[in-house]
């Protein structure tokens, strides 16, 4: 099937409390990956694509790897330009073929983040494309993103809750307590800030930095109203690791396909136990 917008699962997910997952491609290995374990498990995924990884993939292909893994599989699969920074970045994605882009105006001042927002999901809707926005400001490292952790601020749920009136977006994602990246301990979320916003608008919020986040942690933010929840580190994590240990094992490997392999092996182990721990197995 075609690729979709996150309109055509976001809803659902908000409804039976389950949380679809966001997984960035980097490569094609990732979109195999990320597609086959998806097929296995039935269920509706997000490739997320930061401007870093479209610089160093290029638009086109980028748009082509997704649309060709939404046609294999049958699923229904939104291609989300993660983390976009300007009006100019998002319209390019749409125009490309992106069925879904995220505007992080969160450096902005509030009320400019409400403006560009809004101006953004009005152009993204007439052409049928979800949007994300931010609010909040998200710690660690990601790509063009570097917050240090002491700079992170939490979202006050009543601005966050006013930020949606305003801008029309069809995900939020709140600063909780996550970061991007991997923890160096366990992760505080605050359950309290996803629930009082989560109950009081209709559609879901967004838990950037999901990956080493501890599996009882997700649960209670998915029971809270975490309904997309964006991993990313840990499928590059598992990749690396396959890759090293292919290339210890015989220092005379130079068939990439030998060490490409078990990487994609090993990053769909990764996303099959997320999207089993989301719930969105065989929601597709």
């Known amino acids: 099937m ?18 679809v997952g966001q997984f960035n491609i980097n ?4 979109t195999q990956a990320i597609t086959e374990a998806a097929m296995e498990e039935n269920a509706p995924i997000i490739f997320g694509v930061s401007e870093g990884a479209l610089r160093y993939m290029g638009m086109e292909y980028t748009v082509a790897m997704a649309e060709a893994a939404a046609k294999k599989s049958g699923l229904p699969i939104a291609l989300h330009l993660d983390h976009g920074s300007t009006f100019e970045v998002a319209m390019a994605c749409i125009r490309a073929g992106f ?9 902005h001042a509030y009320e400019d983040n409400i ?24 710690g660690g490292v990601e790509d ?12 006050n749920p009543e601005e966050a809750i006013r930020f949606y009136e305003e801008t029309g977006v069809d995900a939020l994602a709140i600063a909780v307590g996550t970061a991007h990246g991997m923890y160096k301990g366990e992760p505080k979320l605050h359950y309290d800030i ?22 009882e ?21 598992a990749c690396t690791a396959a890759i090293r240990e292919a290339l210890a094992k015989d220092a005379n490997v130079i068939d990439p396909r030998k060490y490409l392999t ?23």
């Open 2 to 19: 075609p690729l979709v917008s996150m309109n055509e699962f976001l809803p659902k997910a908000k409804e039976k409390k389950f949380a």
């Open 144 to 155: 063009d993103l570097h917050v240090d952790e002491d700079a992170a601020q939490l979202a």
């Open 262 to 284: 078990p990487a994609r092996n090993a990053m769909v182990e990764v996303v099959r136990n997320k999207i089993r721990l989301f719930g969105s197995n065989n929601q597709a």
């Open 194 to 215: 996803i629930e009082a916003v989560a109950s009081k608008i209709p559609v879901p919020v967004v838990l950037h930095g999901g990956s080493g986040v501890p599996d």
């Open 27 to 30: 490569n094609l290995e990732f």
């Open 99 to 107: 069925s879904s882009v995220m505007f992080d105006g969160s450096h």
């Open 217 to 237: 942690s997700i649960r209670k933010a998915i029971a809270a109203g975490a309904g997309k929840i964006n991993v990313n580190t840990e499928n590059q994590v």
């Open 115 to 138: 403006r560009l927002t809004k101006e953004v999901v009005k152009a993204a809707h007439a052409m049928g494309v979800s949007v994300e926005g931010e609010l909040g400001t998200i």
